[in-house]
């Protein structure tokens, strides 16, 4: 109901590595496998693992590196080499889809994928603070531990995270923000003509982007469809 392109393969579901687990964020998606956390588990809420799920895993990292890496026409450097506004724009985008195909079962989980949205925002601040404003890392903690549900355990882990790479928490909003934008553009546009799958499938086929050229590409994908359909409508 939502991709005509899809991959051939599968992925792997594997555990993060002992030697990493403790210090590792809660998953990680990529090509060819799903890492999950299974370190010290009492402290992961069952409530987050849809959301996680539907990011790390299917729709969102592995199955697009799956996707991308079986995607002949593009060139090596492409289906390997990462962009976080593309990648991650993309992952952040299928929890929201998640909601229209059904996936969370219950208000329960959906807390959970709330209860992420509230750390993708609350993130935004903390990596602005940490890198731009002076803050200290207990206050980075504080502020994650304060307005989002995330475990202690998550939280330390979190913010780690953002201390040793900058940057990386407001690319995945930016690159959100604005596969949302074109999707709503191409809805306006097109109307009853609008395919889901087909602007999924010309999206994934570009396999990683700049944030310019990915809106470069889907405003052209969106004029070329609605001329398409004015044709149908004339003959």
Known sequence: QYFNLKPRDTFSLIPVPPAI????????????ACLLNTYDLPSRPRYNIPALTVHECNPGHAWHGVLRREHAALPEWRSQAGISAFGEGWALYTEKLAVEMGIYEDAYEDFGRLNYEMWRAARLVIDTGLHSKGW????????????TALSDHEVGTEIDRYITW?????????GEIEIVRLRRKAEAELGADFDIRAFHDHLLALGVATIPAMTAEMEAFIAQSKQAAGTRRAE
Do not use: E, V
Not at 136 to 147: C, E, K, M, P, V
Not at 166 to 174: F, H, I, R, S
């Open 136 to 147: 200290t890392r207990d206050q980075a903690i504080a502020f994650l531990s304060g307005n």
């Open 166 to 174: 900058p940057g990386q928490a407001l690319a995945y909003k930016l």
């Open 21 to 32: 687990a403790p210090f590792y964020t809660a998953g990680r998606g990529g090509n060819g």
